[in-house]
């Protein structure tokens, strides 16, 4: 993920946490042409700021950073290890930065990805987003499962080097208004990395007023944790539990709350289509949650289990505004 155009703002932050300084090569994927390269020195214990916007002030071989979709790989040439992420905002009229997401750097591409969370309509604006670091392109094949157990099916070439992006609500009438999780699959074993945006309310970046964003996760699994959650509060808290059972077979899903005031733990199961994207809301599946703060455990039961894959979004007003701050995070997998 990334953006220049508009009012948006990207910046790459990286640490370097050693006690010698980082050569770091900083490679700029864009939709079409060949990558910018750029080489910049990170201090010894020190933090570093790529305000991406800028970079083609004062270096004119960068000037097309300045309005632009955008991958990046940001690697150590030297051989100290660093730790990058991206923060990206959106102005708004009166509101600098007044929306906006951030996530860590994905440390390995890989030729499958999956994405839990997802919605579309009049709200919600959903884009994946894919970078190629390749220089072969890669032939990808998205499904798109719905609540409804029905699968659509989409492919995609990816240049070498380059960066995608799938504006999910435009890509089928079925698509247009529906929760959806997403596997990503690269047909010609080129191996790429995904990521997942959401923006609101809808319909364009004019109205937006919010955002969030997770990587996707490389593999599925049986056994997921969450560590946060909230329902109502002073910021009239929302919890949701996206579940996608990517197996051709239906499953049994358990989630248990771990409530964090020492009330004993409540689970429930729930019955999953194959192929299906499944949404707990605790304030309605678990109503003992509200005003409370809590984790969750969530299991596909059986003794060949549903594979699955977890995230948890996270919603909160501010100043009278519906909605105005939304984050997401995808579960740690125990198993």
């Given at each position: 993920?990334?953006?220049?155009?508009?009012?948006?703002n990207?910046?790459y932050?990286?640490?370097?946490?050693?006690?010698?300084?980082?050569?770091?090569?900083?490679?700029?994927?864009?939709?079409?042409?060949?990558?910018?390269?750029?080489?910049?020195?990170?201090?010894?214990?020190?933090?570093?700021?790529?305000?991406?916007?800028?970079?083609?002030?004062?270096?004119?071989?960068?000037?097309?950073?300045?309005?632009?979709?955008?991958?990046?790989?940001?690697?150590?040439?030297?051989?100290?290890?660093?730790?990058?992420e991206r923060?990206?905002?959106?102005?708004?009229?009166?509101?600098?930065?007044?929306?906006?997401?951030?996530?860590?750097?994905?440390?390995?591409?890989?030729?499958?990805?999956?994405?839990?969370?997802?919605?579309?309509?009049?709200?919600?604006d959903?884009?994946?987003?894919?970078?190629?670091?390749?220089?072969?392109?890669?032939?990808?094949?998205?499904?798109?499962?719905?609540?409804?157990?029905?699968?659509?099916?989409?492919?995609?070439?990816?240049?070498?080097?380059?960066?995608?992006?799938?504006?999910?609500?435009?890509?089928?009438?079925?698509?247009?208004?529906?929760?959806?999780?997403?596997?990503?699959?690269?047909?010609n074993?080129?191996?790429?990395?995904?990521?997942?945006?959401?923006?609101w309310?809808?319909?364009?970046?004019?109205?937006?007023?919010?955002?969030?964003?997770?990587?996707?996760?490389?593999?599925?699994?049986?056994?997921?944790?969450?560590?946060?959650?909230?329902?109502?509060g002073?910021?009239?808290?929302?919890?949701?539990?996206?579940?996608a059972?990517?197996?051709?077979?239906?499953?049994?899903?358990r989630?248990?709350?771990?409530?964090e005031?020492?009330?004993?733990?409540?689970?429930?199961?729930?019955?999953?289509?194959?192929?299906?994207?499944?949404?707990?809301?605790?304030?309605?599946?678990?109503?003992?949650?509200?005003?409370?703060?809590?984790?969750?455990?969530?299991?596909?039961?059986?003794?060949?289990?549903?594979?699955?894959?977890?995230?948890?979004?996270?919603?909160?007003?501010?100043a009278?505004?519906?909605?105005a701050?939304?984050?997401?995070?995808?579960?740690?997998?125990?198993?």
């Amino acid at each position: 993920e990334g953006a220049t155009i508009g009012t948006f703002n990207l910046f790459y932050l990286i640490q370097n946490p050693n006690a010698q300084p980082a050569q770091v090569k900083v490679t700029y994927l864009l939709p079409t042409g060949a990558p910018l390269v750029e080489y910049y020195t990170v201090n010894a214990e020190s933090r570093f700021n790529i305000w991406v916007n800028s970079e083609g002030r004062t270096k004119p071989a960068l000037a097309t950073l300045a309005k632009a979709e955008l991958s990046a790989i940001v690697e150590s040439t030297n051989g100290v290890p660093i730790i990058a992420e991206r923060a990206m905002y959106l102005d708004q009229p009166g509101k600098p930065l007044g929306a906006g997401h951030e996530s860590a750097g994905v440390t390995a591409p890989s030729t499958q990805w999956f994405l839990a969370e997802g919605a579309t309509g009049n709200y919600f604006d959903l884009f994946i987003l894919v970078a190629n670091p390749q220089a072969d392109a890669a032939d990808i094949q998205a499904d798109f499962l719905l609540e409804t157990g029905q699968v659509i099916t989409k492919t995609y070439r990816v240049a070498g080097n380059s960066r995608f992006n799938i504006w999910v609500d435009r890509e089928d009438a079925a698509l247009a208004d529906a929760a959806v999780s997403t596997r990503i699959t690269s047909l010609n074993d080129v191996p790429i990395i995904v990521e997942r945006s959401m923006w609101w309310p809808g319909p364009t970046s004019n109205t937006w007023q919010e955002a969030h964003n997770s990587p996707g996760e490389t593999s599925t699994g049986t056994r997921w944790a969450l560590a946060e959650g909230e329902v109502g509060g002073p910021r009239k808290a929302e919890t949701y539990v996206l579940i996608a059972n990517t197996s051709p077979f239906a499953g049994v899903i358990r989630a248990t709350v771990l409530f964090e005031d020492g009330t004993a733990p409540l689970s429930r199961d729930f019955d999953v289509a194959a192929n299906t994207r499944f949404n707990i809301a605790p304030s309605a599946h678990f109503p003992e949650t509200r005003g409370k703060q809590f984790g969750m455990i969530v299991e596909s039961l059986g003794g060949a289990p549903a594979q699955i894959v977890v995230e948890r979004a996270m919603y909160s007003d501010a100043a009278g505004v519906k909605w105005a701050a939304g984050t997401n995070a995808l579960a740690t997998k125990l198993q």
